[in-house]
Each structure stands twice: as structure tokens, then as C-alpha cells.
């Protein structure tokens, strides 16, 4: 059975920086797509980035340059680096393990990030 398991969220000041960790379990994680998407209060959830089974990342336009992305495939680990972290970042955030086909998703259960200003 496959699981996602987030940690890494807090509460860090406006400019500060955490990282994310997923790990996935039940899954070939090295044929997976990996990504991290967002929900916060009130709004849909939305991609935030994703890594390619080959490693190549994509990044939503309000997290590029200040968000990485990586993936360790000895450890079926994901990482999301966040840095210059805004109070507009704040949000649940979701470890997602994508499959092109046959179609198949799973989810983590989120984690908590709250940036204070």
C-alpha cells in the first residue's frame, strides 16, 4: 500500500527558510513523478513544483528562485527547500506521487507552513 509521510513544516518569520521532506513507501519511487502542491485557506490547492523521474523540476512562478526541489531515490525521499519565505507562502502543504500510466496518484497528508511577517 502506498504512503506519503510529510515533515518539515513550522512557523518561520517572513525571510526565513525550511525544508520539506516526503517519504514514500509501498511505491517504485524512482518511476514516480514527485511533486509538492499547496492549499491555503480558503483557495484551491495549487502546484507549487514537481521533479520528473529523471530529475527534471518544474516550478510555479511565485515560488521560482526562492523554492528547490530534489529527489533521492536511494531514500524514496523528496525535499522541498524554501527560502525568502513570505507570509503569502503560508499554506498546507502535500507530497504527491504522480504515475503516467496506468494513471495513478497519491497524496501525503500535508503538512503545516505558517510564515509570520
Known amino acids: 500500500q502506498a504512503q506519503l509521510v510529510e515533515s518539515g513544516g513550522g512557523l518561520v518569520q517572513a525571510g526565513g527558510s525550511l525544508r520539506l521532506s516526503c517519504a514514500a513507501s509501498?511505491?517504485?519511487?524512482?518511476?514516480?513523478?514527485m511533486g509538492w502542491y499547496r492549499q491555503a485557506p480558503g483557495k484551491q490547492r495549487e502546484l507549487v513544483a514537481n521533479i520528473a523521474s529523471g530529475g527534471s523540476a518544474n516550478y510555479a512562478d511565485s515560488v521560482k528562485g526562492r523554492f528547490t526541489i530534489s529527489r533521492d531515490n536511494s531514500k524514496n525521499t523528496v525535499f522541498l527547500q524554501m527560502d525568502s519565505l513570505k507570509p503569502e507562502d503560508t499554506a498546507v502543504y502535500y507530497c504527491?506521487?504522480?504515475?503516467?500510466?496506468?494513471?495513478?496518484?497519491?497524496w501525503g497528508q500535508g503538512t503545516q507552513v505558517t510564515v509570520s511577517s
Open positions: 509501498g511505491i517504485i519511487f524512482s518511476q514516480y513523478s
Open positions: 504527491n506521487a504522480n504515475f503516467i500510466w496506468p494513471p495513478r496518484a497519491y
